[in-house]
């Protein structure tokens, strides 16, 4: 698995700028072509603009796996037009309206599984699962309840935060049916999923993320 450390607009958190899929890179519309080509080169994945409410924080505001894509409801009418008419094979594109609106750090998904902050109410969860068209679980992971900001899955492995418990790895494990490993990113940040952007391909990691944690990231997801 390719790995490369990076930042975008002066932050080391890439993960809250993009969402992406196997095939896909979902990026704030106002990224540089530079960020989006490094982003695509290294994660192998077509980049996608999407912005939320005029804002680049398109990892923050949405989640998206191969069968669909679900957004905060904060979106403008034109940012979902403009979505829809982008050439993504009709893959699902939804729109929950709920208070917990950072949906990328609320929600940690892959094309099987989705893990929710257990705060959704079981209509936003019903939401999730048929957008996202997979199984949806409600779970704290290390006393987090933002299971998307605090852990990274995509499908090929799961790296969950330092201050999971060993109860939180084996039950977070068996759902997923991975073994995960326990990390940091960024120096010691337990906010993992918003230090990295990662796919199947590859793991995009903040640029201050050291050389054992980005071993530990990729090890996870391989």
Do not use: P, W
């Not at 930042?7 to 540089?32: E, Q």
């Not at 705060?119 to 048929?130: L, N, S, V």
């Not at 996202?132 to 290390?142: H, K, T, Y």
């Not at 998307?148 to 418990?165: E, F, M, P, Q, V």
């Amino acid at each position: 698995m390719d790995a490369a450390r990076y930042s975008i607009m002066g932050s080391d958190y890439v993960g809250v700028f993009a969402t992406a899929t196997d095939r896909f890179v979902f990026v704030g519309s106002n990224l540089t072509e530079h960020n989006k080509k490094i982003l695509s080169d290294n994660l192998k994945a077509k980049c996608i603009d999407l912005s939320v409410s005029g804002s680049n924080l398109t990892g923050l505001f949405s989640k998206a796996n191969s069968n669909g894509i679900i957004i905060s409801n904060l979106i403008e009418d034109y940012e979902l037009k403009n979505l829809q008419k982008q050439d993504m094979d009709n893959i699902n594109i939804g729109v929950i309206d709920s208070n917990l609106n950072a949906l990328g750090s609320n929600i940690l998904a892959n094309d099987k599984i989705a893990i929710i902050n257990t705060d959704y109410t079981k209509d936003e969860a019903k939401q999730i699962g048929d957008i996202l068209g997979v199984e949806v679980i409600s779970a704290e992971i290390g006393n987090f309840k933002t299971v998307g900001a605090n852990n990274i899955l995509t499908n090929k492995g799961l790296a969950i935060n330092n201050r999971s418990t060993d109860s939180d790895k084996e039950y977070i494990d068996k759902l997923t049916g991975f073994d995960s490993i326990r990390t940091t990113a960024n120096v010691g940040s337990f906010a993992i999923g918003f230090c990295v952007v990662a796919n199947s391909n590859a793991v995009v990691a903040g640029d201050s993320t050291t050389g054992y944690e980005l071993a530990r990231i990729v090890d996870a997801l391989e």
